[in-house]
């Protein structure tokens, strides 16, 4: 901006939006100035570098507006928790899959956590075969981010949204 501007030949643009051509980056400084207004350099890449007349307040406060639009228009995905048991009941079981259902259309990503106790750890065999279940039955609307698999006395499955 202005001073800053290290090269010696610019492409100005003028406050208007119109194409003024290559000139020296002093007599590009001059003609702001002369408006009121400040040289900003837009593309630094370019050879030589685009720099426009504008008003660098105003400027700065419509890049923020457009970030803030952006950063509205963005979905954040959650995990969503559910926690079954290996000797799950069918309709405890139906409920945690309809939650299971609604959380997948959200757009949320569904941690699947089957506990065991006591002697339940004997038995992972029935887990595996719960979460088998969950796969199949979530299949059409889900692919598993994460494989069931083993952490201290519970498994873990991950699922995320097609």
């Known amino acids: 901006m202005n001073e800053d501007i290290r090269s ?26 002369a408006v009121g207004l400040d040289l900003v350099e837009i593309s630094p ?22 970030k803030n639009e952006a950063k509205k228009k963005q979905k954040v995905i959650e995990i969503k928790e559910v926690k079954v048991r290996p000797n799950i009941d069918e309709n405890d079981y139906q409920v945690k899959l309809r939650a299971m259902k609604s959380f997948i259309e959200e757009g949320d990503k569904v941690k699947v956590t089957l ?4 002697r339940e750890m004997a038995h992972q065999d029935l887990g595996v075969k719960v979460l088998e279940r969950i796969r199949t039955d979530m299949d059409a609307a889900t692919k598993v981010e994460q494989m069931p698999r083993m952490e201290n006395r519970q498994m873990v499955m991950v699922l995320t949204p097609r």
């Open 8 to 33: 010696a030949q610019v492409r100005l643009i003028d406050h208007e939006g119109e194409m003024q051509g290559v000139m020296t980056a002093r007599e590009a400084m001059h003609r702001a100035f």
């Open 45 to 66: 890449n370019a050879e030589p570098p685009v720099v426009k007349i504008l008003d660098f307040g105003k400027f700065k406060y419509e890049q923020q507006k457009k």
């Open 115 to 118: 506990r065991f106790r006591g």
